[in-house]
């Protein structure tokens, strides 16, 4: 974009003065862009801190209460929070289970109470049951199998 045109002055005072406003004035919107990423980079540290404990609260909620509690943080606040994987257990046969809560093709702005009842057991699922799977925690990492932790 082409710099503003201002009319020149006639007297010389004036034309110095303007020049010295104008430097001012250009000097300002440096000053004011730094502040302003600045302000935007604490913001989004601070989304990040709000969401690592909306999700720490509902784990703690549900190891209290032991059930989908609702309110969830959602999807991509889990996400961003640090908290990518969500721990559950088939309600048939028990075996546990990680989901990427990355990978899943739902909308970000799902909650994750909500994916109880859209997430099945693979084993189940082939032998024809459709129970639906039983939410344990989010958490930070994947669970190691007993074949990883004893190579």
């Not at 503003?4 to 440096?30: I, Q």
């Not at 690592?52 to 999807?75: F, H, Q, Y």
Request: proline share 7%.
């Amino acid at each position: 974009m082409s710099p503003k045109h201002h009319p020149t002055l006639m007297s010389g005072g004036d034309r110095k003065a303007l020049k010295k406003e104008l430097g001012k004035a250009r000097a300002m919107t440096g000053i004011l862009a730094g502040q302003a990423d600045e302000m935007r980079a604490k913001a989004e540290a601070m989304m990040r801190q709000a969401d690592k404990l909306s999700c720490e609260s509902w784990n703690e909620r549900m190891w209290a209460d032991g059930e989908p509690i609702d309110p969830s943080p959602t999807v991509d606040q889990a996400i961003n929070g640090g908290f990518p994987w969500l721990q559950i257990e088939c309600s048939r046969c028990r075996t546990p289970r990680d989901i990427d809560l990355a990978a899943l093709k739902t909308p970000p702005t799902t909650c994750v109470h909500d994916l109880a009842r859209r997430l099945r057991c693979e084993k189940c699922r082939s032998a024809g049951k459709r129970t639906p799977a039983t939410l344990h925690q989010l958490a930070s990492s994947k669970r190691r199998s007993a074949a990883e932790i004893y190579k």
